[in-house]
Nanobody, 114 residues
Framework: VQLQASGGGLVQAGESLRLSCATS????????MGWYRQAPGNQRDLVAT???????NYADSMKGRFTISRDNAENTVYLQMNSLKPEDTAVYYC?????????WGQGTQVTVSS
């Protein structure tokens, strides 16, 4: 299983970005796909997850600004990030969890300037 994250970049505060994570390999339901982020010197934290059935979960600080979605036919998960803040600056990682195994993408840098 491989995950390829993309869509990061440099934006100003208040702007939006959409991250994508394409998966390949043996993907089967049920599974959970998610986004995590890690700022320099910090641990990797949950951003949002979505199950193969479409149930979502968000970290409290992302609720209302970030939206996770997925295209099961394309095995791709998305993260729409609106009203970005400088504190959202981090490397964003996608993860696939299936049958107790976790697979990580390589990360994509998001930088938000004030």
């Amino acid at each position: 299983v491989q995950l390829q994250a993309s869509g990061g970049g440099l934006v100003q505060a208040g702007e939006s970005l959409r991250l994508s994570c394409a998966t390949s390999g043996s993907i089967f339901s049920p599974d959970v796909m998610g986004w995590y982020r890690q700022a320099p010197g910090n641990q990797r934290d949950l951003v949002a997850t979505i199950t193969s059935g479409g149930s979502t979960n968000y970290a409290d600080s992302m609720k209302g600004r970030f939206t996770i979605s997925r295209d099961n036919a394309e095995n791709t998960v998305y993260l729409q990030m609106n009203s970005l803040k400088p504190e959202d600056t981090a490397v964003y990682y996608c993860r696939l969890l299936q049958s107790g195994n976790a697979y990580w993408g390589q990360g994509t840098q998001v930088t938000v300037s004030s």
